[in-house]
């Protein structure tokens, strides 16, 4: 029985690679399996442990980065304490879209943003829900009108 932190991975490494592999869940186990053999400690990971985000946003940089066709954008919104206000939000995407301009299919994934507009012990106001949801609109909108007309680009938020 897959247990509910490595069905979370699953459902992450299945959207993320999903350009690459076409979907196929046996290979998302694989890539899970692949990238769990990496870490040297035994713990469980989940999709939002840093660690586990950063190693598999590498690996698909390097998977795409032989792919002239895809291009691959990371953008992680608690990097720094404004990431995830719209202002900062709105400029670090727009730089990764420009990177993204030449390519016909394209993957951004966009981490932490929920934990860039919580409270350290991850709460969330009604006034900072509320700014959450509209920074999710606002880089929705903000992909789909910045990027090219034929262009099929995957936005995926975790």
Do not use: W
């Amino acid at each position: 029985m897959i247990r509910s932190a490595q069905l979370r991975r699953l459902h992450f490494l299945n959207a993320l690679f999903a350009p690459l592999t076409g979907h196929d869940l046996y290979l998302a186990r694989q890539l899970d399996d692949a990238i769990a053999s990496t870490f040297a400690d035994a713990r469980e990971r989940t999709p939002s442990d840093p660690d586990f985000v950063r190693a598999a946003a590498d690996l698909f940089a390097k998977l795409c980065g032989s792919r002239a066709s895809h291009g691959f954008f990371h953008f992680d919104a608690a990097a720094d304490r404004t990431g995830g206000t719209p202002l900062f939000a709105r400029a670090n995407l727009m730089s990764g879209l420009k990177q993204l301009a030449l390519c016909d299919e394209a993957t951004v994934l966009v981490t932490n943003l929920r934990a860039a507009h919580a409270t350290p012990t991850g709460r969330m106001s009604p006034k900072r829900q509320r700014d959450y949801d509209d920074t999710l609109d606002l880089l929705r909108h903000l992909t789909a009108a910045r990027t090219r007309r034929g262009a099929n680009v995957n936005l995926l938020f975790l």
